[in-house]
């Protein structure tokens, strides 16, 4: 199978934005910006900045004289955040690896990324690259998700996804909820030359006008509806009335509330 979990392509991008980013990802958003703080000056680099929920909210909060540089792996997703994030002489937009930034030492004094690190298959080398390319002491701030156990959307997605193929499941979930060990995390900071890490469990509602809509990007909304595609045997869309109809015993059918977790991490050194 050709698809990996970090090609965000084709309409993936705009269903992203549209079912997934008012449900979950901008109340981790807005979290991250209040710990950025107000009126932050300097060089700032976002990585894997997705459709830009976490840029166009902190773009009014910048000092005058600061920079902010938005990057991510995938074109598609930062076209799409091109059109959603007004002009803004301040912000200069990037396709970057984070695992091989194509940015100097020293050069940024603030490093953040929303719910992109889980994605590097070399995490201590995307953490090396942050560290590398901080000026000493400044500090990296991301967050990742927490288990399935505190994320019931993504275990129903998981699970209910599998239950249609007897053979090859398509392991998509697997790695946005796969990188929640806290020791793990620490070690691999550490590893990267980190000094100071703090790690700190922020809970979070769900909340999306139907369990069907939440569905609908739960599927369509990143890599997992090409490998339900690729493999074949089933339509999305009946994978998505299922993930719904699963969504709805444990939030409600409409509206849709669920509890979530994150784990949200800073690392000087």
């Not at 060089?43 to 920079?67: F, I, Q, Y």
Request: charged letters at 20%; aromatic letters at 10%.
């Amino acid at each position: 199978m050709s698809t990996n979990a970090s090609q965000f392509a084709g309409s993936v991008p705009e269903y992203y934005e549209r079912h997934l980013v008012p449900v979950i990802f901008e109340p981790y958003a807005q979290d991250l910006i209040q710990r950025i703080g107000r009126r932050p000056d300097g060089a700032l680099l976002e990585l894997a900045c997705g459709t830009g929920v976490v840029t166009r909210s902190l773009l009014p909060r910048l000092g005058a004289d600061a920079r902010l540089t938005a990057t991510d792996l995938n074109q598609a997703m930062v076209d799409e955040a091109k059109q959603r994030v007004p002009d803004d002489p301040r912000l200069t937009w990037r396709t970057a690896d984070a695992q091989a930034l194509p940015f100097g030492d020293a050069a940024f004094d603030l490093v953040y990324c929303q719910f992109g690190i889980m994605f590097l298959p070399d995490k201590v080398a995307g953490f090396r690259e942050a560290r590398r390319v901080l000026d000493p002491g400044a500090p990296l701030l991301f967050n990742v998700w927490d288990g399935f156990a505190e994320n019931s959307f993504g275990r129903i997605a998981h699970e209910t996804i599998a239950s249609f193929f007897t053979r090859d499941p398509p392991p998509f979930y697997l790695t946005p909820f796969g990188y929640h060990d806290t020791v793990k995390l620490g070690a691999d900071l550490l590893a990267a030359g980190f000094t100071d890490v703090a790690i700190e469990p922020v809970a979070k509602e769900a909340v999306s006008p139907s369990a069907h809509d939440f569905a609908i990007g739960l599927i369509r909304g990143n890599p997992v509806v090409a490998m339900i595609e690729e493999r074949g045997g089933v339509s999305p869309d009946v994978v998505i009335k299922a993930v719904a109809d699963q969504l709805a015993q444990v939030g409600g059918a409409q509206p849709f509330r669920a509890p979530i977790q994150a784990l949200v991490v800073r690392a000087t050194g």
